[in-house]
Nanobody, 121 residues
Framework: QVQLVESGGGLVQAGGSLRLSCAAS????????MGWYRQAPGKQRELVAL???????NYTDSVKGRFTISRDNAKNTVYLQMNSLKPEDTAVYYC???????????????WGKGTLVTVSS
């Protein structure tokens, strides 16, 4: 059973920083793309950042220059460094991984349960 567990969320004032972590565990053959998504109350879930196995990255426009995604393949862990946080960053942040559980299977999406980030003004 594959598990993704996020950590690092919490309450921070505007302008502050947080670092989110997500560790994947279980039956994992290989991890392809990993990413962070977020969902604010009343809004659709949106992609925040993603990183490929080759460490190419993509960010949504609203976080470019403020957030940095990275990964440690040896630890099956993805990180999201969030700087200069704004109240509009408040959301539940979800970790996502496209991974294979065996050599003969294709990639499948797995999700963490989410971690709440609250940015006060």
């Amino acid at each position: 059973q594959v598990q993704l567990v996020e950590s690092g969320g919490g309450l921070v004032q505007a302008g502050g920083s947080l670092r989110l972590s997500c560790a994947a565990s279980g039956r994992i053959f290989s991890i392809n793309t990993m990413g962070w998504y977020r969902q604010a109350p009343g809004k659709q879930r949106e992609l925040v950042a993603l990183i490929t196995s080759g460490r190419k990255t993509n960010y949504t426009d609203s976080v470019k220059g403020r957030f940095t995604i990275s990964r440690d393949n040896a630890k099956n862990t993805v990180y999201l460094q969030m700087n200069s946080l704004k109240p509009e960053d408040t959301a539940v942040y979800y970790c996502n991984a496209d991974l294979r559980t065996a050599w003969y299977t294709g990639g499948m999406d797995y999700w963490g349960k989410g971690t709440l980030v609250t940015v006060s003004s």
